[in-house]
């Protein structure tokens, strides 16, 4: 059984999506009109520069929407030849996502792939400087800090973070945010890693639609679980864990460059 979008303690509690396909849920415009009407500023990232301005156009109205533009590393196989179009869509937003690497892939020739468009995009990053990146990094997180370095001129925001309690550490040492969701709290290695976060790191996402609320797809509105769940976890009230996330993106998004 599903359950429906209505209010509730634990709704009132979403204030940030800093992950979600917005484009991919089947009815998206309403999907933005929730997001809207509570107010949850969200990250709206894009797989592949081709569909980025279909999402831009959904969110041009929008007060706490904001697109993001993307090249999801899973499909630089097919869409690699789209990175012209990426540095073109660039200029028109401060964020950017997906990207990065997934090295779930043996295939050495494609991980050589992923990464020159990887390394190609923060360049360009780093070019316009200021951009807040929300990065996949699934097995290859040391390789995703290796090719940011250490002096990147923009924000950087590790999604759904799922590499060693080590590689953490030195994300935190370099300046990574993390964008954590309802999923990582499910699984034994995810609960490990969000015990060693710093809170002041810490920011909500859903990963919506791929990630599961009440049985349906989660959406920006669905944070508020998983802020309660920090705020269990962090031992203190719920509305001071959402406060510990709205300062962190606050934080996150003055110190830009
Ligand atoms: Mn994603």
Not at 10 to 21: E, G, K, S, T
Not at 119 to 129: A, D, L, P, S, Y
Request: net charge negative; hydrophobic share 40%.
């Amino acid at each position: 059984m599903t359950e429906p979008h209505e209010p509730n303690a634990v709704a009132l509690l979403a204030c940030l999506d800093a992950h979600c396909h917005i484009d991919l849920y089947p009815d998206p415009k309403a999907v933005v009109a929730r997001t809207e009407q509570a107010g949850v500023r969200t990250i709206a990232v894009t797989n592949a520069p081709s569909v980025y301005s279909h999402t831009a156009a959904l969110l041009t109205d929008s007060q706490f929407l904001r697109p993001a533009i993307g090249l999801h590393p899973e499909l630089v196989a097919d869409h690699a030849g789209e990175l012209e179009l990426f540095c073109e869509h660039l200029g028109s937003t401060r964020y950017v996502g997906e990207v990065g690497l997934d090295f779930v892939t043996n295939d050495k020739e494609l991980r050589q792939k992923q990464k020159m468009v990887f390394q190609t995009i923060v360049e360009r990053c780093g070019e316009h400087g200021g951009k807040v990146l929300t990065i996949h990094s699934r097995r290859a997180a040391s390789q995703v800090m290796e090719v940011v370095g250490k002096s990147f001129p923009g924000r950087l925001i590790f999604h759904w973070f799922s590499g060693s309690l080590r590689e953490m550490e030195e994300a935190v040492a370099l300046g990574f945010y993390f964008s954590v969701n309802a999923a990582m709290f499910r699984s034994k290695s995810g609960l490990a890693l969000l015990a060693r976060l710093p809170p002041d790191r810490v920011l909500t996402e859903t990963d919506g639609p791929f990630v599961q609320s009440r049985n349906r797809p989660s959406e920006p509105t669905d944070t508020g679980v998983v802020v309660r769940d920090l705020a269990r976890m962090w031992k203190m009230q719920d509305g001071s864990a959402r406060d510990v996330i709205l300062t962190n993106l606050r934080r996150l998004l003055r110190e830009g460059d």
